[in-house]
T-cell receptor, first 112, second 110 residues
Framework: DAMVIQNPRYQVTQFGKPVTLSCSQT?????MYWYQQKSSQAPKLLFH???????NEADTPDNFQSRRPNTSFCFLDIRSPGLGDAAMYLC???????????FGQGTRLTVV | GEDVEQSLFLSVREGDSSVINCTYT??????LYWYKQEPGAGLQLLTY?????DMKQDQRLTVLLNKKDKHLSLRIADTQTGDSAIYFC??????????FGRGTSLIVHP
């Protein structure tokens, strides 16, 4: 059974129209990550939560926000998507520091 | 330079062994990982090695770690067409945040 679930798998949004991607986990892990992955590039960390503590990467655009209402769910909000935000968005979790990260299947975002 | 480097492509014949190489810069790396990504999918953890080990074997997969040279490799024995994918090397040091390489596209042809 899938342990990290991302919805939707594919999302098409209009330029400038806010969009939310969701991630849920059944592992009860305390760390949740959001990565952006563009073609032929390494996954790039946008931010992560350690429990309720939010950690933003210095180069993550202000256009990207995140919410974690409880242990199981985490959301990625893109306030005004631009064409350059089209990418695969990957959610991952890990149990405690220094254990492996488990990934969801990703959400492929297209901006039209 | 990048923190984790991998060659971008590897092409092998079905039944041969594949060796995917990775170098990293963080000398405090404690865990090193190999992930597999199939088209349109997320990253699947294949295996990992702790920094105090120099080898780990798991069925067709063999991971070798040269900590002195900061070099990690993944060997896939008897490579099959289903092994075609992108393979990511990742390391985790003092921070619990994994850092990924750009991935190596493994192409397996008959």
């Amino acid at each position: 059974d899938a342990m990290v679930i991302q919805n939707p798998r594919y999302q098409v949004t209009q330029f400038g129209k806010p969009v939310t991607l969701s991630c849920s986990q059944t592992l009860n892990h305390n760390v949740m990550y959001w990565y952006q992955q563009k073609s032929s590039q390494a996954p790039k960390l946008l931010f992560h939560y350690y429990d309720k503590d939010f950690n933003n990467e210095a180069d993550t655009p202000d256009n990207f926000q995140s919410r974690r209402p409880n242990t199981s769910f985490c959301f990625l909000d893109i306030r005004s998507p631009g064409l350059g935000d089209a990418a695969m968005y990957l959610c991952a979790t890990s149990g405690v520091p220094n254990t492996e990260a488990f990934f969801g299947q990703g959400t492929r975002l297209t901006v039209v | 330079g990048e923190d984790v480097e991998q060659s971008l492509f590897l092409s092998v014949r079905e039944g041969d062994s594949s060796v995917i190489n990775c170098t990293y810069t963080d000398s405090s790396s404690t865990y090193l990982y190999w992930y597999k990504q199939e088209p349109g999918a997320g990253l699947q953890l294949l295996t990992y090695i702790f920094s105090n080990m120099d080898m780990k074997q798991d069925q067709r997969l063999t991971v070798l770690l040269n900590k002195k040279d900061k070099h990690l490799s993944l060997r896939i024995a008897d490579t099959q067409t289903g092994d075609s994918a992108i393979y990511f090397c990742a390391e985790r040091g003092g921070s619990y945040i994994p850092t990924f390489g750009r991935g190596t596209s493994l192409i397996v042809h008959p």
